[in-house]
């Protein structure tokens, strides 16, 4: 396999990103038949206008339906436009050289390819149908987008989470710098709530965030 193109690629991913994004994201046509009383709605629309997320059917997202692992990924690799594009491979990929439990004819199987290529660390033993944590999407998202914005490391100062303790330690660096990129917030009460199964407006509300982080970082490049 060859990554020589992927700063290439992800630059011009950013670029296109930043037109795609670039204007009045709010004015689209709301279809979804359930979303008007969802926190986020307009960004949920926004993503739908743009195809970077589909519903259940036209006129439903069912907002508040629980995220496998399987359409978690979808929604990473999908919404970020993750592809093989850049990188060269003697043969075809396939997903069960990878995951255990994930079959090459699957639906998502492309999903968890490309998302393995773009340096999105999934677990191998990965049980698709199973339920997506917030802080596994979380990380696997930060990994998705600083790969997409060929973003640098950065050093922050940690944010205080009041339930630190619950967060699975190998999480902990993506949580902080989504906390700091503002694709997440702590709750109320300064919680995270990592082991809590995430829904499709949730996951929906922090790809479009991602985007939005990565459009204005495309800006500030552009200004500069």
Request: glycine share 6%; charged share 20%; hydrophobic share 40%.
């Amino acid at each position: 396999m060859n990554m020589k193109n992927s700063t290439i690629a992800a630059a011009t991913f950013v670029s296109l990103l930043a037109f795609s994004l670039g204007g009045p994201a709010f004015a689209a046509v709301n279809t979804f038949k359930d979303i008007d009383k969802v926190e986020g709605k307009d960004k949920i629309i926004a993503l739908k206008e743009q195809g970077l997320i589909k519903g259940i059917s036209d006129t439903q997202f069912q907002p508040g339906s629980i995220v496998s692992n399987a359409q978690g990924v979808q929604f990473i690799s999908g919404g970020l436009q993750l592809s093989l594009a850049a990188i060269d491979f003697n043969k075809a990929p396939l997903a069960s050289d990878i995951f255990s439990k994930v079959k090459d004819t699957a639906w998502y199987a492309e999903a968890f390819v490309n998302a393995h290529y773009n340096d999105v660390d999934i677990p191998a033993n990965i049980d698709p149908a199973k339920p997506m944590t917030k802080e596994l999407f979380t990380s696997l998202l930060i990994q998705a987008t600083e790969k997409a914005g060929n973003l640098p490391l950065i050093n922050i100062v940690p944010a205080d989470i009041s339930d630190e303790e619950d967060i699975n330690p190998s999480y902990q660096g993506t949580i902080q710098r989504s906390l700091k990129y503002g694709i997440n917030t702590l709750d109320k009460n300064g919680n995270f709530n990592p082991k809590s199964e995430l829904t499709r407006a949730e996951a929906a509300v922090m790809l479009y965030n991602a985007l939005d982080y990565l459009n204005a970082k495309a800006a500030g490049s552009a200004g500069n």
